[in-house]
């Protein structure tokens, strides 16, 4: 088992790859994988309830962490509060301990 | 130390920079003796067909005499042991078929990739 | 013994949140007392760029001062700054040949020339390593 970090800057509002990239987090798990996807930048516009949030949710059922940077949520109103299902608030900070724990980490 | 780079803005600054970038770096690194190997996904899977011609561009007189060959040097890395992987899935919903690509390109399924990165200590998506 | 990261960047600053969000990472980095490398590729061979200069703007009814413009040149010279202060190195190589197209050789101090050879010894010796590419 290895553990991934994937962090995604992109949404799936106005690209399509994003939607596999969420796909991809949930097939690494699949294979015995412990799996982080952090969105940052416009990656966290799906976090917010709306209709391309359940593809979040998916991840997260499917055994993901699904986190968002703090401070890019802030940026765009949206409230770390009343994020959809299964994605929770994070800072930044996270993907620095996880890349010193070795994970193998890939920006998107 | 393996290394996984993937590849997938496709055209990005190639006319003017005579190649893909992110190809160079890696036949840099080769030279380097890195341990690497490509994963070309999205548009950049377009890099692995033949037919692809970027000669004859020109501003007032001035003519670019080097086009990009981008097939030539995957074929070129592919010579020099690098092993270059091409979504299945993404050739398909492009319509172009495996015979209109340069020999030795490795195509995997989408649904495959999870497995294929287990083979890889880290894994650069560029 | 601390922890060493190698980033490699490839976006001119002013383009591109990923510029910001790079150089937010780093310094977390180096606040924790992290040494860093710097593999800045393509048009990142900009951030650190010598003669990026703060202006007015009319359209904020703001002076220089009161606008006091970011420049991507100042943010690293500070975190090179907090680095040394916590006893951590930043080595910061800008791609050669990047900088020859670009015409962009005039750095701030605690830049270097290197090339991709530079890069791949980085993320040899390092504990991790991130690609931040450009799109």
């Not at chain 1, 097939?27 to 930048?41: G, P, R, S, Y």
């Not at chain 2, 341990?35 to 037919?51: E, P, T």
């Not at chain 3, 202006?55 to 090179?80: D, K, Q, Y």
Request: aromatic fraction near 8%; charged fraction near 25%.
């Amino acid at each position: 088992m290895a553990k991934y970090l994937l962090i995604e800057s992109r949404d799936p509002f106005e690209n399509n790859i994003v939607a596999r990239q969420y796909d991809l987090a949930a097939n690494l798990v699949k294979e015995a994988n412990e799996v982080t996807l952090f969105l940052v930048q416009n990656g966290v516009l799906p976090a917010r309830p709306g209709s391309c949030s359940s593809l979040l949710g998916n991840a997260a059922r499917a055994g993901v962490q699904v986190l968002a940077d703090d401070f890019s949520l802030r940026e765009r109103g949206i409230s770390a509060n009343k994020l959809a299902d299964g994605v929770t608030a994070a800072p930044l900070s996270v993907v620095i301990d996880q890349l010193a724990e070795g994970r193998k980490t890939l920006w998107h | 130390m393996k290394v996984l780079n993937i590849v997938e803005a496709a055209y990005r600054g190639t006319l003017e920079e005579q190649d893909d970038t992110i190809i160079w770096i890696c036949h840099a690194m080769k030279g380097a003796s890195a341990d690497i190997d490509v994963l070309l996904r999205g548009n950049a899977v377009n890099y692995a067909v033949k037919a692809q011609d970027a000669s004859g561009l020109a501003f007032g007189d001035a003519k670019q005499t080097q086009p990009p060959k981008l097939a030539d040097d995957l074929a070129k890395l592919k010579g020099k042991g690098v092993k270059v992987y091409v979504v299945e899935d993404a050739l398909t919903e492009r319509g172009i078929a495996a015979n209109e690509l340069i020999d030795g390109m490795d195509l995997v399924a989408r649904r495959k990739l999870a497995k294929l990165f287990a083979d890889y200590d880290q894994i650069w998506h560029w | 013994m601390s922890k060493t990261l190698t980033f490699a960047l490839m976006d001119a600053p002013f383009e591109n949140a990923r510029s910001t969000t790079a150089l937010r990472l780093i310094d977390l980095a180096v606040k924790r007392g992290y040494n860093v490398n710097v593999f800045a590729y393509e048009g990142a061979v900009y951030l650190p760029f010598a003669k990026q200069a703060q202006h007015a703007n009319a359209v904020h009814g703001r002076s220089v001062e009161e606008e006091n413009h970011p420049l991507p040149r100042a943010w690293i010279a500070a975190i090179m700054k907090e680095a040394a202060a916590k006893g951590a190195k930043v080595d910061w190589v800008n791609c050669g040949l990047c900088v020859d197209e670009r015409g962009a050789a005039e750095s701030i101090e605690g830049v270097r020339r290197g090339s991709p050879a530079d890069f791949w010894n980085f993320a040899k010796s390092s504990d991790n390593t991130l690609v931040i590419g450009t799109k």
